[in-house]
């Protein structure tokens, strides 16, 4: 992998500081095919009344303790990007696409807690049209693991024989669970939040000029709602993998479908009328998990 990349954060990642860097050339794989070495690492997170109180607002999550699983992913999502747009990564980050995540939050969190973040690269993955790569996110609170994740990014092209195929979605053949509409208001709070301000997340004249009908909500974003109308989004423990097949368009009418399984709960959202889902998930439970551990 060559020399190792420590970064070192205080604060919250700079939005401003990484965005500058997003137009850079790329650097390419290296010959032996790995991700550089990077491992990031933020110490002395703590919720502000502010963010917490948006975050919750604009996912649809309910307040109160513990906290979702989905705020260790959101606000450790500034790091994924600090890294993506590092001079090292060897492919531009607006060339990147966020498509599955593999969460699990090993103990409740509290709003007033202090994490520790670390971020580090992980496996890639030649596909026959594309490239996957990982990022591993774990948080630490008072010296204990609390969170950790996987997120996977694909950039398209060629880089190589095919050496995988993409993990499948499952099939979800539920019931109606909820039905809403996408608001269109906060995607800029959101995108400083998250530290994700690619303009497909805030401007319509900018996402068509891409080929799409209109700007989409940032995708963990649309994961916290579909978790808040499932009400699973703060039982702990709790494992999660979702799969980003598509926009989720600012003003659509979303339905979300539900399938109760002995030990899972799958979900699938729609987007208007178009009958293949924009995101899939599953989700076991503290009962699956705490039987996993039994067996």
Known sequence: MGTPIRLDYRAKPSVWGFMANVWRPSRGFADDGLLPDFQARWSGQRASRGEL??????SGLPAGEPLSILYPHTVS?????????????PLPIWNVLQ???HLLLHAPIAPDAVLDFTVRT???RVLEKGVEMDLHVSAEAEGRTVYEGV???YARGRFGAAQAVARPSPAVAGTLAAEWRMAGHGRWRYGLLSGDLNPLHLSDGYARRFGYARAFAHPQLVIGQCLGHLGTAQQAPLQIETWIKGPVFYGARLSLRSESRPREQRFALHV???PRPAIVGRCLTANALQGDRHE
């Open 99 to 101: 498509v599955r995540n």
């Open 272 to 274: 208007d009328v178009d």
């Open 53 to 58: 109180a948006a975050f919750l607002d604009l």
């Open 122 to 124: 992980g496996a890639r």
């Open 151 to 153: 997120n996977t990014f």
């Open 77 to 89: 999502f500034p790091m994924l990007m600090a890294v993506l747009s590092h001079p090292r990564f």
